[in-house]
């Protein structure tokens, strides 16, 4: 969980990654209006409680299985934002992490090869393939 405060201060920068990539929000408002209607919207699938330290709420996602299932489904609806950065960014880590174990020698640390790194994602987006749309 997380304190309102901050969970405004992160729904704002989110919401400028969103539009610096050229994706439209579907709504409009200050950031604190907006995240207190989507916070009356989701209803059970969020607990408020009421912090000691500056009289600061605290939010956290309820774990029940209908909740995870109905914030998940609300999730999916900013994931093809960022999807081809994750995409590319666990494929490199895949990629660096196979060379550390493997302990391959000669090869500069920092170089990866883009085929390899293409490949990688490639199989990647395949294994994604039935929870989201992907094309890199």
Do not use: W
Request: charge should be negative; aromatic fraction near 8%; proline fraction near 2%.
């Amino acid at each position: 969980g997380t304190d309102l405060s901050r969970l405004v201060e992160d729904f704002f920068s989110m919401k400028e990654e969103v539009l610096a990539r050229d994706f439209d929000l579907g709504f409009s408002g200050n950031s604190d209006d907006v995240v207190m209607h989507a916070i009356h919207l989701l209803g059970n699938c969020v607990n408020i409680t009421n912090t000691s330290r500056n009289n600061e709420f605290f939010v956290t996602p309820s774990i029940t299985i209908p909740a995870v299932f109905e914030l998940n489904f609300y999730s999916n609806g900013v994931v093809h934002v960022f999807i081809k950065e994750a995409v590319i960014a666990c494929s490199l880590h895949a990629v660096q992490s196979r060379r550390c174990r493997n302990g391959t020698s000669g090869a500069s640390p920092s170089l990866i090869s883009q085929e390899h790194l293409v490949r990688k994602a490639a199989s990647l987006c395949y294994l994604l393939s039935n929870e989201f749309n992907v094309s890199l």
